[in-house]
Nanobody, 117 residues
Framework: QVQLVESGGGLVQTGGSLRLSCVTS????????MGWYRQAPGKERELVAV???????DYADSVKGRFTISRDIAKNTVYLQMNSLKPEDTAVYYC???????????WGQGTQVTVSS
């Protein structure tokens, strides 16, 4: 059973930083992509940062230069370092793993990030 458990969310002021963690387990298949999405109230879920099938990192334009995705394979953990946070970064952040070749998506429960102005 695939499990993705996020942590690290919270309340931070504009300009502050947070680091999200996602511990994965039960992944015994080839991964097509792994990364972070977010969903703000009244908006659709959107990609934030992802490791693609080639291993490269892609970012949404809105977070480039501020957010960094990384992973520790030995710990089965993927991270999202978020710096220079803005109120518009406020959302629930979800960890995602996409299976190859079916492209089945697995999601964590989400962690709330709130940036106050």
């Amino acid at each position: 059973q695939v499990q993705l458990v996020e942590s690290g969310g919270g309340l931070v002021q504009t300009g502050g930083s947070l680091r999200l963690s996602c511990v994965t387990s039960g992944i015994f298949f080839v991964i097509n992509a792994m990364g972070w999405y977010r969903q703000a109230p009244g908006k659709e879920r959107e990609l934030v940062a992802v490791f693609t099938s080639s291993g490269t990192a892609d970012y949404a334009d809105s977070v480039k230069g501020r957010f960094t995705i990384s992973r520790d394979i030995a710990k089965n953990t993927v991270y999202l370092q978020m710096n220079s946070l803005k109120p518009e970064d406020t959302a629930v952040y979800y960890c995602n793993v996409q299976r190859r070749p079916t492209r089945t998506n697995y999601w964590g429960q989400g962690t709330q990030v709130t940036v106050s102005s």
